[in-house]
């Protein structure tokens, strides 16, 4: 769609892929070369945005103020990503509250923007704000939309424009609103920097491409594919510093003021745990020593009533090994302790437990879990010990989370 096959690899890579290896970035490379052939075929080899204004910097150098003015321009970018994302889902919580009927609610949120096309081009002579809005990014790079209230403008009504497509239920797309978004706010920051420091001869374009860069990446989490996807699209490497530069704050600020991206908000408010990055491949090649919690207890089977007469959520240790004459025999299991009020205590004990030793990988101890269809592991001195004396750490899947980086407290 954006005839930048660069941008659509490192997409796959940072945000679909669960694996990546040789293999899996393999294909999805011969994927990408089919695809971008066959659009070049149609589309031709033009980038997607003409930038003839960067041709004005000699050897590709840009003056150090130009460089320095993309960190304050990152913090506006990274508060704006944050706005976007907070702003479509609350639009969506509160079409849902107000109108129950999904058609009703879909038409009523046509209906607005609707309207707001109208306004733009009953005031402004354009539609401006509909559709993908190419030609008005075009508008900001060559500078024929350069009066910061009116780019203020389009970035307010494409941002309420998105917001209530995709709240009141329609398809639509990221990318597009996100470039569309950058563009105007950059050249808004591009356009009032070149008026205050009128002598430095500031050139609003850099901040321009910084700033659409920027805000595909605050939004989406795709950094690489950010500073990728603009550079094809513009095909100039003259503003690949302030590219960077912008990117990277705005991505640090938009994750300190709003952890998930505009993907994964959706399933973190649906309790689903989605991992920020993939794990490096040491991770695989860590032991139980590692992995396993030094939380624990022993407990002999004779003084378990007692110890659950006492038990505090919280406070006690997070597992009670159960050992019967110095043996380990099994883990209470605190989710059926209602049991000992009238059952055989045995019955809230977890006796299929796997044992590994503390130098056992981390791939073993996955493969021995499934294997024996268990959710507990025991970390012994000796192998095969079950010795209270020899028990040194239990691994559960809330260890193999943590150590994978994934958020253990959505696992317990």
């Known amino acids: 769609m954006f005839n930048a096959p660069i941008g659509g690899l490192c997409f796959a890579v940072e945000i679909l892929l669960v694996s990546i290896s040789a293999r899996t970035v393999s294909l999805v ?53 944050t706005l976007f994302i907070r702003s479509i889902y609350m639009t969506e919580d509160t079409l849902l509250e107000r109108v129950r009927n999904d058609y009703a609610r ?14 733009f081009i009953r005031y402004t002579g354009h539609y401006y704000i509909a559709g993908a809005g190419y030609a008005s990014i075009l508008g900001t790079l060559t500078g024929e939309l350069s009066n910061p209230w009116s780019l203020m403008l389009l970035f307010v009504g494409k941002l309420l424009a998105t917001d209530v497509t995709l709240g009141s239920g329609a398809s639509g797309g ?39 860069a ?5 939004s989406t989490g795709a950094v690489l594919t950010a500073i990728c996807m603009t550079f094809e699209q513009t095909r100039d490497y003259s503003v690949i510093l302030p590219i960077i530069l912008t990117v990277s704050v705005a991505h640090t600020v938009r994750v300190k003021l709003c952890k998930e991206s505009i993907y994964t908000l959706k399933l973190a408010r649906c309790g ?23 939380d624990f207890k022993l407990v002999d089977f004779a003084q378990l009533e007692t110890w659950f007469d006492n038990y505090t959520p919280g406070k006690d240790p997070r597992y009670t090994l159960v050992t019967r004459e ?29 044992l590994v030793t503390e130098k056992t990988r981390w791939a073993v101890i996955m493969r021995a879990m499934r294997i024996k269809n268990t959710e507990i592991t025991l970390v012994t001195r000796q192998i095969g010990s079950r010795k209270e004396q020899d028990i040194v750490g239990v691994i559960t899947p809330r260890e193999l989370a943590r150590h994978a980086g994934l958020d253990a407290e959505l696992m317990d």
């Open 29 to 81: 490379a011969v994927a990408t070369v089919a695809a971008t052939y066959v659009g070049r075929l149609y589309d031709g080899l033009a980038p997607s945005f003409n930038v003839p204004k960067l041709a004005l910097f000699e050897d590709y150098l840009i003056r150090l103020y130009s460089i320095l003015f993309c960190i304050p321009l990152g913090l506006l970018v990274g508060i704006a990503a």
């Open 106 to 119: 879909h038409a009523l949120g046509m209906l607005g923007v609707g309207i707001m096309l109208y306004a």
């Open 174 to 212: 990221i990318f597009s609103p996100s470039l569309f978004l950058g563009a105007t706010l950059g050249a808004t920051f591009g356009q009032v920097v070149a008026w205050l420091f009128l002598s430095l001869g500031i050139i609003p374009v850099i901040y321009t491409i910084s700033a659409m």
């Open 214 to 218: 920027a805000m595909v990446a605050g």
């Open 326 to 354: 110095g043996v380990v025999i099994g883990v209470a299991r605190e989710d059926l302790l209602y049991l000992l009020r009238d059952e055989n205590p045995e019955k809230v004990i977890d006796v299929n437990a796997n």
């Open 272 to 294: 689903t745990s989605v991992p920020q990055g993939l794990q490096a491949v040491v991770s695989a090649r860590a032991d139980a020593r590692r992995v396993m919690s030094t």
